[in-house]
């Protein structure tokens, strides 16, 4: 039986990360961590601060 096995032909590519992120070369950015959102606040903009009608009653 010749089964082609997944991790037999292939030398080892998934043991190497990225030739990229050096010893001295900063981490690369996989994942965009540092601010996924601008401002939670911008959605919030429909409301001209308190209810203008109820509260004003």
């Not at 082609?4 to 690369?28: I, K, N, R, S």
Request: charge should be negative.
């Amino acid at each position: 039986m010749t089964v082609h096995d997944p991790l037999g032909p292939q030398p080892e590519p998934a043991d190497q990360p990225l030739p990229g992120p050096g010893p001295g070369e900063p981490p690369t950015p996989l994942v965009p961590d540092p601010s996924p959102m601008p401002d939670p606040t911008p959605a919030d903009p429909p409301s001209p601060g308190p209810a203008p009608g109820p509260a004003i009653s």
